[in-house]
Each structure stands twice: as C-alpha cells, then as structure tokens.
C-alpha cells in the first residue's frame, strides 16, 4: 500500500514535469547603446527621397551665391503629385525638401525675409511650395521631412546671434504650418562668401559653438516628437560621411563621434566625420547612419547631366551598399526648371522599383524548417522559427551566456537564389559581431559569405545564383545572446537592359595634347594617375596655371576636373583659353561648390563655346582634406566640344 502511494507521487510528479512548460525566460537585456522609438520607426522606412530645387535649378547651379532675383524661380509645368510618383515608383517612402539651400531662397511665404518665394514669378507669387509637396506625400501616402540650410549666403544677419532667432523661426514655421514631418536634415557645409544682404563678403564661423545646436534640436523635439534629427553628429542619425551613395563594410549602428580638434565631443562641422562610413563598434550613442546621394552627378537639375543619370542597376549597386548594410537610402530627385521629374531618372527611378519588387516577391526561406545549436527557454518567445515571420523584432534567442551558435534551414524545395537576409531585434541593441553563411553543395557545407555587423538589415549578395536546399546561418561571435530576428533568401533579378546609358558625347580625344612634363599626368587619360603637389612645389612649376596644348583649334563648350580622392580638392579656378598660346583670355572665374563633400568629375560650361588651341588651368583656392597639408590634386582635366 505504501509503495503503491509513493509510486502514484512519484508518478505524478513526473508527469507534472513533463507536461507544464519550463517557466517562461524573461527577455535578455538590451545590449550598449539602444534606439529611441523613433528611431526604430524610421529605420523601417528603408528608402526615401531628397529633393533639391530652388533657385540653382534656374541658374545651373550647385550653390547660389545669395543674390540671385526671386523672379527666376518659375517652374511653369511644376505638379508635386508627379515627383511624388516618381519616388513611389521606386518603393520610396518618403520625401525631403530643400525648404531652403545654401543661397537663402525660401520655398514657402516666410515671415523671416524677404528672399522668399513671395517674391518670384511662379503663381504670382502665391504659391507655397512646402505647402504643394506636404499635400502631395499625404496624398500619394508617404512621409515629408524638412531640410533648412544653415548656412544662409544671403542673409544680412548671418554669422551674428540674431540669425539664430530667424533660423530658429524658419524652423519653427516649417515645422508648425505643414503637418508632421519624419525627418528633420541639418547640413553640414557653412561659412564662406556670399552676398549676405549686399556686403558681399566672406563670414567665417566656428562651427561648434556659433549655431548653439542643442537650443534648436530642443525646439525641434518640442514642435515634432515623432521626428528624427540629422547631421554629421545627429542626435537620431548620422551622416554616413560621404556623398557618394556608400556606407562602409561593416557599418555599426552606433558611433562615437570623435572632434577633429581635440578630444572632447564634437558638435556638428567638427567631426571627423569620415569615421562615420563604418561608426564606433560598441560606440557611445545609437546613430545609424543615412546614406545620401544623387541620382545625377550634381543635387540640383543640369540639362549638361541627362546622360549621367544612375541607371536602375547602379541604383541597386546603391542599395545593397547602403540598406544592405543596415543604413537607409537617401535618393535625390532634382527636378528640372518646368518642376517635373526628367523622363531619364523616372525610367531609371521605375525601372529600380521593379526590380526591387521582383527581387522581394519570393521569399525562398518561407516554410522552411529549422535546427538550431541551441535556443533560450522553451517558450516560442525565442524560437527559431520567429526569424522566418518577417517581423523584425521577433527572434531566435539563445541564453545569456551563449554567444555562438548556428541555425540551419531545409528549404521547402530546391531553391534557387543570391541574396541572404539577416536582421537583428535592434530593440535590444548590435549584439552581433562576426557571421557566416553556408549552403549545402555536393554533400558538404560551402562558406558562401561572412561579414561583420548584422543591425536592423543585412544583404549578402551573391555574384552568381546558388541552388540548394539548405542553408545555415553561422554567428562566430557576439557581445551578449543572440538575438536573430530575421533568415530570409531572394533572388536578385536579371539586370535590366538600360535604356539610359552614359554618353561620351563631346569629350575631346587627348591624344597629343602636352604640357610640362611635371604635369602630364593630369591630361594622360587615366584615372590612376595624377598631379599631386603641395601648393609651394605647385607654385613653382606652374605659376599661372596648368597650360595644355591641344595641337589644333577646338570648340570648347565645357571642361572638366577630375580631383584627387581625399586629396587637395580645388575649389576656385580661373580658366583660360588662347589661339596662340600667347594671348590669354579668361573664359571663366567659378567655385566647385560642394567638391569636399562629393569630390566627382566638375563640369563647367562656358558662357558661348569658344574656339582655341590651348587651356590654362589656374587653380586658385584648395581645400585641405583630412589629414593631408594644403595640396593641388588633379586626376584629369578635360575638354568637351
Ligand atoms: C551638402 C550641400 O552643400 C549640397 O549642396 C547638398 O545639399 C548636400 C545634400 O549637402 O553638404
């Protein structure tokens, strides 16, 4: 009888224990530096759009001195609902405008100055262009954000404390008059000529103390919440530190911002911000970063760049160098004078969408079924199926002290694809350090790509299509559990067959063109080499400029200056031509505006073609690059006809 009572105990605490699930494990905790809300909605929204226009997009320029007459800005065919479009058509999420560039010229009837589209042709001067393009997002169903140029070439005040205030006001009318907006851009070029209330003069300000940033951000946080903050230093995102539509590999959510003065913490324009293209493993603050970039060479419309547009497969070059790297995209749209997108970048725009939905429309992970080395608890909390829902912050978790592990996947069927997806839960921080992938072949595993840094998103694109039915995920190594939110497979669509292709149009043919030996590199056609002097060896071999003899008489319409990559960028010229190499005349005086940001060929076209058989190149200014002493760099000059 005894026996009998203590087996039926026995027996029934065993089927206790079998039957009632292991207690539920409790979340693992976030990991370093996490994001805010906001920023974890905003980093869903992938890819959106930058529009430049203003009044540059009626006098061919990059920056506006500040003294351009409103009544240029007329863009007669202008419809916000078209732009909107375009963007769409590329998967577009959500769209920025310059309310105001470097020029000052307002885009919306402010009661901070005069210099504002009040004062122009378009609509007699009662038309509200924040206002058309705030509409058209809401109505075409995504988000606006707002760009305000600090740097104002035309405001009297500028460089004084009171333009702070009219800053601030311009601001704060963008940011109360048009709904709400996602994200809020703070550029990072300012100081230097401009026309600044007529006094035409140079204004230097220092960048970290001058603006008095946390003031404004605190105003913009008060006016949108919801909205995230960006410049070189954030506070919500980063500038990926470069302009040329690439972020680094890997690409850390977090950053340190480091001063490119001493050692304290920097403000915005005083960062060395080209750490910024890979971030701060384990950095202080959670700052991803934003890849912007032009879909033109230039971010304002040139009708000299219609045949330099990015086609839809360098668009996806972009992507995977940018959201495949856990940054979002942003894409700019520069329309042209009438205010329309130009035929050329909506082909390329749609034709980038399309193959970015075929690309997403099979998910060849779906169904799969999994194994995993080990998983965290026993609830499905952290099971490793949540990494096939597409939710990103559902997850395969392992136990606090696991930091390794592996998850392999047999696919429904055989399947062909060549890209990987990884995500991590960002809600609980970058736990991920290093990671591999494997598909299985000819009955082994093969190592198909391996990477450091996984984040919100992860693209391993593959050269070729792999055919298999089973994968494995491998994490090598990690800071704290792993938290793996996302397996997913696709492949990446045929390249379309372009319909815009890079035109070579009007390069003249340098062969037999010289000039002193010391500097031939830079008219040698090759990218590889170059002329790269510091300014004083320059000034001695070259003391009026580089002199190219063309051997006959050509109608130069253009030319154009490669620079060095981080190197000496020329920022004013003067441009020379002559019949006989005796007489010279000065065919142009400019500025390469924006080179330090985004050092790619500078075209510049003449007044009225001019017929001759040499050129002169005079630099006359140079911005020092990182690290490097006052130099003259030149890859190549060039002549269009
Ligand atoms: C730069 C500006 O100087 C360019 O004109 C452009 O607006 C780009 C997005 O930022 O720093």
Redesign the pocket.
């Known amino acids: 009888m005894r026996i009998l009572f203590f087996s039926a105990i026995a027996a029934f605490i065993f089927i206790c224990c079998a039957c009632t699930p292991k207690e539920p494990q409790s979340p693992p905790s976030g990991y370093g530096a996490l994001p805010s809300p906001q920023q974890i909605e905003w980093q869903q929204m992938d890819m959106y759009a930058f529009v ?1 226009f203003t009044i540059n997009t009626f006098t061919n320029k ?2 506006g001195y500040g003294d351009e007459d409103p009544a240029l800005f007329n863009p007669t065919e202008f419809n916000a609902d078209s732009i909107v479009a375009a963007a769409k058509s590329a998967g577009l999420t959500g769209l920025i405008l ?1 309310c105001k ?2 020029d000052g010229f307002c885009l919306w009837p402010t009661k901070t100055t005069t210099h504002n589209i009040s004062k122009s042709k378009w609509k007699d001067g009662k038309g509200d262009l924040v206002k058309e393009f705030s509409e058209a997002c809401k109505r075409g169903g995504i988000r606006f954000g707002v760009y305000l140029s600090p740097w104002d070439r035309n405001n009297a005040k500028y460089g004084e404390p009171e333009y702070l205030e009219i800053y601030r006001a311009q601001m704060n009318e963008l940011l109360t008059q048009y709904g709400p907006v996602f994200e809020i851009w703070h ?3 300012n100081g230097g000529d401009g026309y600044y209330g007529g006094s035409r003069k140079t204004i230097k300000i220092d960048r970290s103390t001058y603006y008095k940033w946390t003031e404004t951000w605190g105003l913009e946080k008060k006016l949108q919440p919801q909205a995230v903050i960006m410049s070189d230093i954030g506070p919500d995102v980063r500038w990926v530190g470069t ?1 040329t539509g690439f972020s680094g590999d890997p690409c850390w959510e977090t950053f340190t911002p480091e001063s490119d003065k001493d050692s304290s913490e920097p403000a915005p324009g005083q960062v060395q911000y080209w750490k910024s293209l890979n971030g701060t493993r384990n950095g202080r603050y959670w700052l991803p970063a934003e890849t ?1 970039f032009s879909i033109r060479p230039g ?1 304002f419309y040139h009708t000299s760049e219609d045949d330099k547009v990015k086609s839809s497969n360098e668009l996806m070059n972009h992507y995977f160098a940018s959201i495949g790297h856990g940054t979002t995209m942003l894409l700019n749209i520069p329309p042209t004078p009438k205010g329309l997108v130009h035929p050329t970048d909506q082909a390329s725009l749609a034709g980038f969408g399309k193959l970015i939905k075929e690309m997403y429309a099979v998910n060849y992970a779906e169904g799969a079924t999994i194994t995993t080395s080990s998983v965290r608890g026993a609830t499905k909390d952290y099971a490793p199926e949540n990494v096939l829902d597409n939710n990103p912050f559902t997850y395969w978790g392992t136990e606090d002290t696991v930091t390794t592990g592996e998850l392999t996947l047999t696919l429904k069927a055989l399947s062909t694809f060549s890209v990987f997806r990884l995500r991590e839960n960002i809600k609980l921080g970058q736990r991920i350090d290093d990671w591999a992938v494997d598909i299985w072949e000819n009955n082994h595993w093969k190592e198909v790509g391996k990477g450091s840094a996984i984040g919100y998103c992860r693209l391993v694109r593959l050269t070729q299509p792999v055919t298999t039915q089973k994968v494995r995920v491998r994490i090598t190594k990690s800071a704290a559990s792993i938290c793996l939110s996302d397996v997913a497979l696709f492949k990446e669509p045929v390249p379309l067959a372009e319909a815009v292709g890079k035109s070579q149009k009007g390069i003249v043919d340098k062969k037999g063109w010289t000039t002193d030996a010391k500097l031939s590199a830079a008219i040698d056609n090759n990218d590889q080499t170059n002329v790269n002097l510091s300014m004083d060896e320059w000034k001695k071999i070259s003391s009026q400029g580089l002199t190219v003899d063309m051997k006959k008489a050509v109608k130069i319409k253009a030319f154009t200056y490669l620079p060095v990559r981080d190197n000496g960028y020329v920022d004013k010229f003067n441009f020379y031509t002559s019949q006989d190499g005796k007489r010279w005349d000065l065919q142009k005086a400019g500025e390469f505006s ?1 080179i330090k ?1 985004n050092p790619i060929s500078q075209r510049v076209d003449l007044e009225k073609p001019v017929s001759a058989r040499y050129f002169r190149f005079e630099p006359l200014h140079v911005i020092r690059s990182f690290n490097q002493k006052e130099a003259v760099g030149i890859t190549e000059l060039g002549i269009i006809e």
């Open positions: 430049h990059e920056w310059t560039h470097h550029d990072g070029a302009e912007n971010w924006n940001a």
